[in-house]
Every structure is written in C-alpha cells, then in structure tokens.
C-alpha cells in the first residue's frame, strides 16, 4: 500500500515537474536571456594582497596607522565606524596619551546631556567611546548625500563581496564610462562611474583624487594607489580587530590537535593490532 | 538487550558496588559505551560518525550556552550585541566563529551519517525506529539551525526569516492566519527574534533527548555492519570499548582538526557577506540564499515555477517538506531483504546518481533563481523523487542481490591480510 501511494505521488511531483520544465524551457529556447550592461560590464575585484593576508599574515602596524589617517582625513566627513573605539587604537601602535588625544580632538563631538541643564549637549570623546557617526540619523545623512546613505565602515570589509581587494578596487576604479556603455546605464546626475560597483554607477564621489591628498608622517609618498590600499588594510583591521589573535591561537591549537591526532591514531593500531576486521 | 555474550558489568570498588545497587549509572555507561556493548568487528569509517554528531551537538550546545551570556534578542541591539561578542567579550570571536562552524560540521557529519544509513540500508529491519527517530533529530536541527540563523539579525538573518516564513502562507485558507501568528506579527520583528530566540535555546536539549532515544532505540539489535548480515556469534563483535573508543576517539582527532582549520583561518568562508550588514527591511538582498546545508532543500522549493491546479509555491512548500517526509517511509520502500549496497550492483548505481543528483541541487539552490538553473534543478527534483518513490520500490523487486558472506568473520577472513591488515582504508571491509 505504501509502494502505491508512493508510486502515485512519485508520478504525481514528476509530471509536475516536466510541466514545469517545459513550459521554462520553451520561455528559455524562444526568449533566452539578454545579457544586461551590469553583467557585462561589472568587473572583478583587482587581485591586490594584503600584510594580513593567509594564515600567516600579521597587520602591518605602519599602513593600519596611515589607513587610520585616510579615514580621519578623508573618509570620516561621511562615513561612521561605530563598532570601533578610540581605545582599539592602542592595537595600531599609538600610545595611551595618544589616543586620548585623538579623541580628546576628534572633529566630532559626543551627543551627550549637559549636567547643570539636562538639554541636549556634546562633549569631547574619551578613549572608551565609539568613533561618533558625522550624521545625527539616517535622514541627516541621506539629506546630505543627495539621498544615498553612507553605510558604516566598520565590518565593510568582511560585509562585501571580495572583501579589503573590493574595498581597495572602488577607490581606484572610478573612470570614465565606455563609449560604449547602453545609455540606461551612463551614471544619472550624482552617480558616477565605477566597473567595481554592482550597478556600475555610484553615488560616492571619487574619494581619494589628487596625490598628496593626506600627508603621510612617515615620509610614504601618498599616491592615490597607496592611500587606497592603506585605508582598506585599515578596514580589514575595523572589520577584526582580533585577527591576529585567531591565527596566533590557531596555530598552537592546531599542532596541539596533530599530537593528540597521531597519539589517538597510534592507540587505535595498538588496540586493534590483534583484530583482524 | 544486548548480546548474551556480552561482558558483565562487575563493580570492584566498594563505593561503586554501593552505586549499582543504588543508582546503576556506571552500569548504564558501561552497557552503553563500555565493554558491555558487543559491536560488529567490521565497522568501517563511516560507522564514526554518529558520536562525531554527538560531538558536534555538545560543542554547539556549551558554546551557544556562553553566547546567550552576552547575546541580547532585541531587533535594536542584537547586531551590536553579536559585534559586541566579536570585540570585547573575552574570546567572543572564538566562540562565534566555533559556534557558526559548528553548525556546519553538525551538518555535514549528520549528512554523511544519513549516506551511510541510505548506503547500507541501516533502516531496514529491525532498525525502522532509529532511521525515524534520527529522521526527527535532523528536522529538529534544522529548525534549530534556521531559528539560529536569523539571531545575528543580518540581512540574510532577516530576509532568510522572511522567505522562509513566507512559506507558511502558501497553506490554503489558514495560511496568512498561520503566517502571522508564528512570526508574532505581520513580518520578522522583535516578537519573532524572541520567540525564535527562546526556539533555539530549547530545542537543542529537545534533540538531545531524541538522541536518547536514537541510541536506546540501536542498541536493541545493535550496530549495523558494512555487510549487512546479522551477528551470529561471538567471534563477529568486539567490545565497544577500548575498540570502538580508540577508534571514535580518532575520528574525533581529524574532526576537530577540520574544525579548527575553518574556525581559525577560515571562518566566514561558509557564510555570506549580506549578513555582516545589519537587518533593513527597506533593502533587498540581491540573492537571499539560505546556509549551504539547506540549498538542496532549497532548489527544491523553487524548482515549482508554473502554476498546476495549485499554485507553484504551495507544490515548492509541499516538494520541500515532502522531500523529507518520504524518508520516513523509506523502510517500507525499500523491501529488500539485502542491507548493504555492496552486494545490490542496481542500487549502488542508482545510489551514486542520487548523491550526484544531491550535489547537483545544492549546487543549484545556491545559485540565482534563474535559467538554466531552474532547469537543472526542476530535472535533479524529478530525479529526487523517483528515486524513492519509483525507482527504489521497483529494483527492491527486480534486482539480484551478490551472494552475501555466511558470516561477518567469513567475510573478515576470507581475505588476503595484506588488504584487510591495514585499518586505514574507509572504504568497506568486505
């Protein structure tokens, strides 16, 4: 009885199936797909490496404090980093008395409560606060960027297709469009062209445009190739501030669970040595 | 239970000769897991990877247990909170990572322990209960799973809620009504990440006790064998431990190794970026894709694309569900009197074309819903289910099983020691 039914709703899910199918595969033979101006011109992050990079890589302390520089200079007029604290830049190699006064001075201040008054105030940041967003909401922000809202920069790195190489391939890859780019997709007005974005026209500005538009402390020659990839390398760092622990750790676990692998393997023959199976 | 010719359990110690005749807990481990548990002399790897999912289980349980520590089920500050736990709760990041990868692993050691079962036909008699039994532990986990997803509050997190959920309004009539009472609301909310909160705290341990079950329900006519044959004396079993034990405790080894690749140098490869951008209902994802352990379930569901007396997406709810439902029924479709596929040469290669046909549907529910991979997966979905419900039920009848060994030591035996001397090889010791 049940190999009936069974059979019957076999027959059943089958026959709808090849319905299905067919009635798809004549839409597919008399009206294939198109390739749309996305697809064709959409490229590929750019193959670039990072310090950090494989299961070796260690942050070059260096290029995370210029990253951390491109974005206090350039990125942080738009974009927030708010699951990061001031006190995290002690992992970058500042000191204690320079953080607090990359906080203490920091272009935005704290919301916060005036204590004689209780109304609204901002105070200076302290170490322990999180990075201030430059918008007060989402409306301020989309009010000041022709509408598109500048995401948070914290996890964009790990929240992206292709990660930190994405990151670094967008800032660089603004051009002019193809001559022969289909008129429905040439960036409207605010959009620009960019063959890493999804959609191809995006509404960011060319952030980084000129050589030298931060100057380096460290004497690196600020070329817009070098800031691009130190502010991703710093984004990779906003994204896992605990990387370096995860593969140090990783490691050491590693080679403990090999040891304990050939001991269990080597107990296994010994137990099973007399076993013929 | 049990064998007769298995060991006694014989307490030495006054303090446990006190214990058995009080509570024989020790008694129990040792019938269980111990010497007292007579098991086939021929298990092969694929036998290890039932306690590999116990394993599994416990590593999700006690990491998931300190999560919910630091963890807040609120749509305002659960994203920041799972942040929260990355960045300065003491190793968060070790126990996030374990606990996301872990899910994984529970996955992939739970398919290749049904394999196993559907290879050697471990749910045939008189082993019917367990097959239904671990059947309702995998519904179970997927649940968990699927309840566990949506908890980081990612845009998958709440789009996977939504399609997933959706589904309930596929039912005629009481559809939306359903629909609206499971999510607490008109979509995923605060009172749906609650409730799935609570969900997935529970029904871990639900499983647990399934488990009980499972194992209880096993060690009735004891472990199958990659032969099929029945025990018939002493001479075909060892005690499960030190024998079993070792060999587990080996498994276990490469496991976690495995694990720890994933969790330490890999960790986000099995999940998707969308979900490291927090929750917005205004944005869609270009492609809301579940985890992979449920693309093939999901190719299924969207292989219905035409209307058919019902509507496609109710076929695509009922395929999917139907497509584990028909497992239940396996043991009486599947009348062979012969277990193990080796010596069935039909089935084997009927098998081999239902784990491609698998791959091939997962392959597909991972892609975008669209030609040709709708076509792909509308052909592998047919192929899914006449391989249960035709093909298995008609080559149980037609096929002409291998001669079978007379017994497992013959079969052990009766080959060259150069061959079977080495107990490395996976593949099946005939």
């Known amino acids: 009885m049940v190999r009936i039914i069974g059979f019957l709703v076999g027959i059943g899910f089958v026959v709808v199936l090849g319905y299905s199918l067919i009635v798809g595969a004549i839409a597919y033979v008399g009206n294939p797909p198109v390739e749309t101006a996305e697809h064709e011109f959409h490229r590929e992050p750019e193959p670039v490496g990072f310090s950090s990079d494989g299961p070796l890589g260690r942050f070059d302390r260096q290029q995370l404090q210029r990253g951390f520089q491109v974005y206090k200079e350039v990125c942080a007029a738009c974009h927030s980093l708010r699951y990061v604290a001031f006190r995290n830049l002690k992992d970058l190699g500042f000191t204690e008395p320079e953080v607090d006064a990359i906080a203490d001075q920091w272009q935005i201040q704290i919301p916060s409560v005036n204590p004689e008054t209780g109304e609204d105030d901002t105070r200076p940041a302290l170490a322990s606060d999180h990075f201030p967003s430059p918008f007060a909401n989402e409306t301020a922000a989309r009010a000041a960027n022709n509408n598109a809202l500048p995401p948070d920069l914290s996890l964009i790195t790990k929240a992206r297709h292709g990660g930190a190489p994405y990151v670094y391939s967008l800032l660089t890859g603004y051009r002019n469009p193809p001559a022969e780019l289909p008129e429905e997709a040439r960036p409207g007005t605010g959009l620009y062209y960019n063959p890493y974005f999804a959609n191809l026209n995006l509404a960011m500005a060319p952030p980084l445009v000129a050589d030298g538009q931060v100057a380096y402390a460290d004497g690196t020659e600020a070329t817009i190739e070098q800031m691009s990839r130190d502010v991703s390398a710093f984004l990779i760092w906003t994204a896992e501030p605990k990387m370096e622990d995860r593969k140090s750790l990783g490691w050491a676990v590693l080679i403990f669970l090999v040891i304990g692998t050939v001991l269990a393997w080597l107990a296994y023959q010994n137990v099973w040595r007399d076993i013929k199976h | ?430």
């Open chain 2, 1 to 430: 239970m049990s064998f007769p010719w298995a060991e006694q359990y014989t307490p030495k110690h006054p303090f446990m000769k006190y214990m058995d005749e009080r509570l024989p807990l020790p008694r129990l481990v040792y019938n269980s897991v111990g010497a007292g548990y007579p098991t086939p002399r021929n298990l092969n790897f694929f036998w290890n990877f039932g306690s590999l999912a116990g394993l599994a289980l416990v590593i999700q349980i006690i990491t998931g247990i300190v999560l919910a520590m630091h963890y807040a089920a609120n749509t305002d500050i659960a994203f920041a909170s799972v942040e929260y736990i990355m960045r300065d709760v003491n190793s968060g990041w070790l126990l996030r990572y374990l606990h996301a990868n872990g899910a994984s692993f529970f996955f992939l050691v739970l398919y290749i322990h049904m394999f196993r079962g559907l290879y050697y036909s471990s749910y045939k008699p008189p082993r019917e209960v367990v097959w239904l039994l671990g059947l309702v532990i995998f519904l179970l986990a997927m649940a968990t799973a699927f309840m566990g997803y949506v908890l980081p509050w990612g845009q998958m997190s709440f789009w996977g809620a939504q399609v997933i959920t959706g589904l309930f309004s596929a039912i005629p009539l009481i559809g939306e009504a359903l629909h609206t009472w499971l999510l607490g609301g008109f979509s995923p909310d605060n009172a749906t990440l609650n409730r799935f909160f609570s969900l997935h705290y529970l029904l871990p341990f639900v499983i647990a006790g399934v488990i009980i079950l499972h194992i209880w329900a096993l060690h009735l006519p004891g472990s199958s064998n990659p032969t099929g044959i029945d025990v018939k004396g002493p001479q075909d079993t060892v005690p499960f431990h030190p024998y079993y034990t070792a060999k587990d405790g080996f498994g276990v080894g490469v496991f976690l190794i495995l694990l720890a690749i994933m969790v330490f140098f890999l960790p986000n490869y099995l999940g998707h970026a969308d979900n490291y951008i927090e929750a917005n209902r205004l944005s869609t994802p270009a492609n809301i894709v579940p985890e992979w352990y449920f693309w093939p379930f999901y190719a299924i569901l969207r292989a219905f694309t035409v209307d058919f007396i019902l509507p496609a997406k109710l076929w695509g709810v009922i395929a999917m569900f139907g497509s584990i439902i028909l497992l239940f029924f396996l043991p009486w479709l599947d009348k062979s009197p012969v277990r193990s596929g080796n010596y069935r040469p039909q089935f084997k290669i009927w098998f081999w074309v239902l784990v491609v046909d698998v791959v091939v549907l997962g392959y597909c529910g991972g892609s975008h819903a669209e030609q040709p991979y709708l076509m792909i997966s509308q052909l592998a979905t047919m192929y899914y289910f006449a391989h249960f419900l035709i093909i298995l039920p008609i080559i149980s009848r037609t096929e002409r099983p291998r001669p079978l060994p007379n017994s497992i030591t013959e079969a052990v035996l009766g080959k060259d020691d150069s061959v079977t001397g080495g107990a490395a090889q996976p593949a099946p010791a005939e």
